[in-house]
């Protein structure tokens, strides 16, 4: 296995949007950053996003082109499909070993033509559609991915050789090995971010065969308009959703999931959906089933205020469970927990649970930071100082925290690459102060020799 | 002279040269090509003699698109290059920023926007649409031709900030600068440090108690010798620009319990629900004013709580209806009444917590404040801070009964939820209300058992009409940006609808302001928690460090510049210039002879045009954006 040395100020871990902004803000303050991604592209969650609330900003728009400045900046050095085995204390410094798994693809040499891609006979359903579209068995992950580099997933790889034989500049390599990464860095920023709670986890939200109850992030690719299907339509049949309803709190705030806190974006991201719906659908009824609106942050309200007038449907409820018919029309049943508090039977189109925020990783089977009751990284001084982990040089930003909407993520990424400098600038002080004394200890030998 | 300038007229010489030009149009993954027939657009903008590639993409700002540019720069030697894109305000930067990057200069680059003002502008009209994008794309090639290469403008940064406001932002944001060993020096307005904190007794969710968390933050400020605290003082004037500013700061007139600004003494007291003190050991007279220079400001002014009117909820007619803020002293050991709930002398046995006062306001329901306006946004941290009082309310005194009266309970951080089901599990009674029919607060008569009663049609037993008994009714008010009218003045802050102030972008870049070098910390911004408020100081804070890090900042050169040929010193432009120290009148020598002639500042100049727009003799332009550019772009769309 070719092992490959990397030395930097900065380790950053995750290349989502939280992992991105402190490893710019780091690099622009002129410390060397490397960042690892697992993914075969940076951007994180927030490249799959359609639009933004409250500004509506296309995601693709705004989250590109910090991807981009990432890329290309001469500080930054940007490790894809790599994984992080361990990081452990070395003296002053962390010592990280890294595995970057085989991409099958030569990155130095791959031009991102997608000649490959366009001759490859497998379909298979891709991720990052939320396996509502397909991709290929060798496939660039998506249009605005970075690097622009083709990935050949082996598991589903024939090995027909096609790609091989088009690839114009012969970077498919199907005995590519994986490689050892050594790091060696001053400080340490956990960006590892969350995934959503897999779709299945309630079973009264998962009928067995259904294909009509999406999950949140799976509406956000139908709402984009480089989606999997160009438009909003249910999986099932292709029809377009007369009636569609949201799910609120579907595995947040729920004691039976193990998850009783509130995942903070959903009661927003379902509120934005269903704007966007209303756009896309405009003869379409969309209800949004929820406990409580949290629409707390800036400008949050008033968007909230918008959709009601746009008719949007709120109905404070608790959905007991969802039944999918063989024509996969949807029956909903609500306990409406207003009106009269009567439980009905209701019909949708299409369902969108608005799933909750868990951890993306447990970052203690690989660091030496210690996690909370929730199974987020736990912070030191959660008041004051909310970047600081238990370990000292070891920062934290974005949802690897706890879950977070972009902004709080931004804001907590920014502070997680100050309290990293912060850190770093003590680490130069500390050193300038032993080298002051053991210069002074040996000036005064010298003196004592020479009297 | 006259011909001397038309030799140096670099236009006509780029023109001469035929400048070629490369058009690249994007797709914005739909958002334009769904409605603007990009294609064609394409096959028209290649038409025009200067254009000498004109190519289209999915994103034009993702990677490929990028290198795309870059190797046509190269492959077909352009002069310039145009996108067709979303607005200027998302990706021009982008672009620049990519021609920088291959080596090229990025003002040769020009920005059509044929998103916001066209596809989706005209999404009804897909052919007008298509006719207008390739008209504007046609005015940015003419302009593309005029182009010329600039340099950034470079200053000095000095290697110093100002941070104006002493509570947990301003104090963080300070000590995390102080410790790139960078100078900071903290101006705060009240004699006291540690802002609305030190009205707190304990924090959520760590329940912490306030003071230890302000000594220590407010200890570790005072102890820095990189930091120099003035309390009593506000800021009064400040020019310059990022890289370099004064400000000017002075002692608050009137307020004598400041001994005037200097160095304090270290030693830090904490008195309840004012702050930390920190005394100057070098008085002076009050009205006396010290100059600070500095490279950035960071405005961490903090928010005050919304005042209820008189007679909302009987506020101001009972003496038992009180704030949230009130009643967390009067929990407080060291509050009135020595943390003995009592109002009017008497042990409370029923309390009312009313949430959303003075936030989620409905126009056209809520009453507006004397500036017109209702508060229409949320305060954050209304509903976990009312839980909390209740939990504390039901721990120590059990036996005392209490409702709380919300509209939707927003208990969303990290540990927030936890208080919301012990309430519940402790036996806290809750009722929902809508905007439209919210609790009354109402005098009982002579014979009732409690003084108050607050009646309220509650949703969750499905509309009825409930009444509950009480002898305390606390109003859980909202945040409210303190008045920093004569900040807005100073620094020309952009302010927003909730007259907070405003970021840059509400998502991507929430602790920098419009105004270059001028950063925002904490609940100046919006209503938030002290987490949130110490991570958007430091956020700011890095910022900071990143500005005055290199020791210089680059500004963008798109700047006045006069052509000392044409300018005949008349003083018109003067005049108009709205930016103190940008413009002046100066006597020069030309061949022998002194004449005057206007002169620019360049890093004072905000290239508004607004000395374009008056001059006589077209002797005054803004580089980037001259009047013959104009001019070729208005004959290029009448031309099409």
Request: glycine share 8%; charged share 25%.
């Amino acid at each position: 296995m070719n092992t490959q040395t990397i030395q930097c100020d900065a380790l950053v871990v995750g290349g989502g949007i939280g992992g991105l902004t402190s490893a710019l803000e780091l690099a622009d303050q002129g410390y060397q950053v490397a960042v690892v991604e697992r993914e075969a592209s940076i951007g994180g969650v927030m490249i799959a996003l359609s639009k933004v609330f409250p500004t509506l900003d296309c995601a693709s728009c705004i989250t590109t082109p910090r991807m981009a400045a990432a890329a290309h900046h001469p500080n930054i050095e940007i490790l894809t499909c790599t994984e992080v085995k361990s990081i452990t204390r070395d003296g002053r410094l962390f010592a990280a070993n890294l595995m970057k798994k085989p991409r099958y693809v030569d990155e130095k040499l791959c031009i991102g033509c997608r000649q490959c891609e366009y001759v490859c006979p497998v379909d298979v359903p891709h991720e990052f559609e939320g396996g509502l579209g397909a991709r290929k068995a060798i496939y660039v992950p998506f249009a605005t991915a970075i690097p622009q580099k083709a990935v050949l997933d082996a598991e589903n790889c024939m090995l027909c050789g096609s790609c091989e034989k088009v690839c114009p500049s012969q970077a498919v390599d199907y005995f590519q090995r994986p490689e050892e990464i050594k790091v060696q860095a001053k400080s340490v920023v956990l960006a590892t971010g969350f995934q959503l709670l897999p779709k299945d986890s309630k079973k009264e939200y998962s009928p067995p065969g259904s294909l009509n109850i999406l999950s949140a992030l799976q509406m956000e690719r139908l709402l984009s308009p480089h989606g999997p299907y160009g438009r909003v339509i249910r999986p099932s049949d292709g029809k377009v959703p007369d009636s569609i309803a949201y799910v609120q709190c579907a595995g947040s705030r729920d004691k039976s999931l193990g998850i009783p806190y509130c995942s903070r974006v959903c009661c927003m991201y379902a509120i934005k959906q269903a704007m966007l719906l209303s756009g896309a659908l405009p003869l379409a009824d969309v209800t949004i089933y929820y406990m409580d609106i949290r629409a707390f942050g800036k400008g949050y309200e008033e968007f909230y205020e918008n959709a009601k007038a746009m008719g949007i449907q709120f109905v404070k409820a608790k959905v007991a469970r969802i039944a999918e018919d063989e024509e996969h029309n949807l029956n909903v049943r609500v306990e409406l927990m207003e009106e009269d508090g009567r439980v009905e039977e209701r019909a949708h189109d299409l369902v969108v649970l608005s799933l909750g925020m868990v951890p993306g990783c447990n970052p203690e089977e690989f660091v030496p930071v210690m996690r909370d009751d929730d199974g987020f990284v736990k912070c030191a001084s959660p008041k004051t100082a909310p970047a600081l982990t238990d370990q000292p040089g070891i920062l934290v930003a974005g949802t690897a925290a706890g879950p977070k909407d972009i902004v709080d993520t931004i804001a907590k990424a920014g502070a997680a690459a100050m309290e990293a400098a912060n850190y770093m600038r003590g680490l130069e002080l500390d050193l300038s102060a032993v080298t002051e004394a053991v210069t002074g200890e040996e000036e005064r030998a010298a003196e004592r020799a020479a009297s | 002279m006259p011909e001397e300038v038309q030799t140096n007229d670099q236009p006509e010489n780029r023109e001469a040269k035929e400048p070629q030009i490369g058009v690249y149009i994007c797709h914005c993954g739909g958002n334009i090509s769904d409605v603007v027939d990009v294609q064609t657009v394409a096959e028209e903008v290649k038409k025009i003699p200067a254009v000498k590639v004109a190519r289209t993409n999915m994103f034009m700002c993702s990677d490929p698109g990028q290198e795309m540019i870059l190797e046509d720069l190269e492959k077909e030697s352009l002069d310039g290059v145009v996108v067709a894109s979303c607005s200027p305000k998302l990706h021009e930067l982008t672009f620049r920023n990519a021609l920088k990057r291959g080596n090229h200069n990025p003002y040769l680059y020009e920005h059509a926007n044929i998103r916001e003002q066209v596809s989706w502008a005209h999404h009804g009209d897909p052919a007008g649409a298509t006719n207008k994008a390739i008209r504007l794309i046609a005015a940015a090639v003419a302009k593309a031709v005029r182009l010329e290469p600039l340099k950034p403008i470079r200053v000095e940064a000095f290697p110093h900030a100002v941070v104006i406001g002493g509570g947990v932002s301003g104090l963080t944001a300070a000590r995390k600068l102080s410790k790139q060993g960078l100078g900071v020096t903290l101006i705060e307005k009240s004699p006291y440090l540690g802002g609305q904190t030190a009205q707190l007794n304990q924090v959520y969710p760590t329940e912490e108690k306030a003071e230890d968390l302000l000594r220590m933050l407010v200890e570790e400020v005072v102890d820095d010798s990189n930091i120099k605290i003035y309390t009593g003082a506000e800021v009064v004037a400040a020019t310059g620009t990022i890289g370099d500013f004064v400000v000017r700061v002075r002692n608050v007139p009137g307020d004598t319990s400041a001994k005037g600004i200097g160095l304090i003494e270290k030693k830090v007291v904490f008195r309840p629900f004012q702050g930390c003190t920190v005394r100057s050991d070098r008085p002076c007279s009050p009205g006396d004013e010290l100059e600070v220079r500095c490279g950035v400001v960071i405005i961490a002014t903090g928010f005050k709580h919304y005042e209820p009117r008189s007679g909302e909820y009987s506020y101001g007619e009972s003496p038992r209806v009180i704030t949230l803020p009130d009643l967390i002293k009067l929990l407080s050991p060291d509050g009135p009444t020595g943390g003995r709930l009592e109002i009017q002398g008497h042990p409370v046995r029923d309390v009312a917590l009313i949430h959303c006062v003075g936030s989620r306001q409905v126009d056209g329901i809520h009453e507006p404040q004397p500036d017109g306006r209702v508060n229409s946004y949320c305060s954050r941290v209304c509903c976990t801070a009312t839980l909390q009082a209740a939990n504390e309310i039901k721990d120590r005194f059990p036996h005392v009964n209490v409702y709380e009266f919300y509209r939707d309970i927003r208990a969303y951080g990290r540990g927030h939820e936890d208080y919301y089901e012990k309430a519940s599990g402790k036996g806290v009674l809750f009722f929902r209300y809508t905007p439209d029919s919210p609790p009354l607060v109402e005098k009982t008569g002579p014979n009732a058992s409690r003084p108050l009663k607050v009646r309220v049609r509650d949703t969750l037993t499905f509309g009825e009409d409930l009444e509950a008994p009480v002898d305390l009714v606390v109003l859980s008010v909202g945040m409210m940006p303190n008045d920093i009218s004569d900040l807005v003045d100073v620094f020309k802050l952009p302010v927003g609808t909730d007259r907070f102030l405003q970021e840059v972008h509400p998502k991507l870049r929430p602790v920098e302001m419009a105004v270059n070098g001028l950063l925002l910390a904490g609940t100046s911004q919006g209503p938030r928690d002290i987490t949130e408020s110490c991570a958007s100081a430091a956020a700011a804070a890095s910022k900071a460090a990143i500005a005055l890090g290199k020791g210089y900042v680059e500004l963008e050169p798109f700047v006045a510049q006069v052509d000392p040929a044409r300018c005949d010193g008349c003083g018109l432009c003067l005049n108009e210039c709205s930016y103190e120290g940008a413009l002046r009148l100066t006597d020069i020598e030309i061949e022998g002879k002194v004449e005057r002639k206007a002169l620019v500042n360049a890093p004072l100049c905000m290239g508004c045009g607004s000395c374009a727009a008056v001059c006589p003799h077209r002797a005054i332009n803004v580089s980037g954006w001259t009047l013959d550019q104009f001019d070729s772009m208005v004959d290029a769309i009448a031309a099409q």
